[in-house]
C-alpha cells in the first residue's frame, strides 16, 4: 500500500467517522429534541393543571363571597320587612280592642292559671275592666300594653303576662315568614 492509497484510506476513514460522529450527533441532537419537547409538554400539562385548579379556587373563593354578600343583603331587606311588619302588626293590635273588647278581656283571663293575683297590669282603657274583675288586686295601667294583662304576685316572683304584644313575640317566628310575604313592595 502506497503512502497515497494510505492518505486516501486514511480520508475514507475519517470521512466514515466524522459521517459517523455527525449521524450520532444528529440522533443525540434529536433525542434531546425530542425529549425537550416532552417536558415541555408535561411542563405545560403540570402548569395547566395547577393554573385550573388555580382557576377553580379562585371561582369558588368568588362565588362564595358573592353568596356571603348575597346573604347579607337578603338578610338586610328581611330585616326591614320584618321591621315594617312588626310596625304595621302594631298598629293592628289597636284594632282588636273595637270589637267586644271586654269579651276578648275576660278570655284573656280564663287562660290565666287559678292564682290569688295580687298586682294587675293594665292598658289604661281597661281599668275599670281589671278592677272590677280583680276586686282584691292592685290594678296598675300601663300604656305600653295595648290589650291584655299581666299579672303577678306582690313580690312579683309569680308572674303572667297575656297581653297582645306577648302574645304576637311568641307567635313571631311563625307568622314573621307569611306576613313578609304579603307585604307588598311599595309598602317597604
Not at 425537550?36 to 385550573?52: M, P, S
Not at 278592677?131 to 295595648?146: L, Y
Request: with cysteine; glycine share 6%; proline share 4%.
Amino acid at each position: 500500500m502506497g503512502h497515497e492509497e494510505l492518505i486516501a484510506a486514511l480520508r475514507q476513514e475519517a470521512a466514515a467517522k466524522a459521517l459517523a460522529i455527525r449521524e450520532e450527533a444528529g440522533a443525540e441532537a434529536e433525542r434531546i429534541r425530542r425529549d425537550t419537547d416532552r417536558r415541555i409538554k408535561d411542563i405545560r400539562e403540570k402548569y395547566g393543571q395547577q393554573a385550573a385548579v388555580l382557576a377553580r379556587e379562585a371561582e369558588e373563593i368568588a362565588l362564595s363571597q358573592a353568596r356571603q354578600e348575597a346573604r347579607g343583603i337578603l338578610l338586610t331587606a328581611e330585616a326591614g320587612l320584618a321591621g315594617r311588619a312588626c310596625a304595621l302588626v302594631g298598629d293592628m293590635l289597636a284594632s282588636l280592642r273595637q270589637r267586644d273588647y271586654a269579651a276578648v278581656f275576660d278570655a284573656l283571663i280564663a287562660e290565666l292559671p287559678v292564682f290569688p293575683w295580687e298586682v294587675v297590669r293594665v292598658n289604661p282603657a281597661d281599668e275599670a275592666l281589671a278592677k272590677e274583675r280583680f276586686r282584691e288586686a292592685v290594678v296598675q295601667t300601663d300604656p305600653s300594653i295595648t290589650g291584655g294583662l299581666e299579672v303577678s304576685d306582690r313580690a312579683g316572683n309569680v308572674r303572667v303576662i297575656n297581653t297582645f304584644e306577648k302574645r304576637i313575640e311568641n307567635l313571631w317566628p311563625e307568622i314573621l315568614p307569611d306576613l313578609v310575604r304579603e307585604i307588598p313592595e311599595a309598602a317597604v
